[in-house]
Nanobody, 115 residues
């Protein structure tokens, strides 16, 4: 049963942009926090950005000023606009949604920044 569906990853040159999307199933109710995490090869998963239902946002220092998170509550969808991408942004990006005490994860989408 698919709960979170991600799209928008791919290969981009340094300095380029990508937009990730994550749509939550209609069966997930009362989602409070949605966000994005990433994991690079050989590294631990790290927070990229999160946004609450009320619009409060938190970014990792490494992406501030370059990435923008947004969400459409009516569509249960969260977006991540990534600009000025760097090779060190290369990772598997995973969507996350918290509804009450339940946490859902997407399957992950690969983002590769390389010339």
């Amino acid at each position: 049963q698919v709960q979170l569906v991600e799209s928008g990853g791919g290969l981009v040159q340094p300095g380029g942009s990508l937009r990730l999307s994550c749509a939550a199933s209609d069966t997930i109710f009362s989602i409070n926090v949605m966000g994005w995490y990433r994991q690079a090869p050989g590294k631990q998963r790290e927070l990229v950005a999160i946004i609450t239902r009320g619009g409060k946002i938190n970014y990792a220092d490494s992406v501030k000023g370059r990435f923008t998170i947004s969400r459409d509550n009516a569509k249960n969808t969260v977006y991540l606009q990534m600009n000025s991408l760097k090779p060190e942004d290369t990772a598997v990006y995973s969507c996350n949604a918290a509804a009450g005490t339940t946490v859902y994860w997407g399957q992950g989408t690969q983002v590769t920044v390389s010339s």
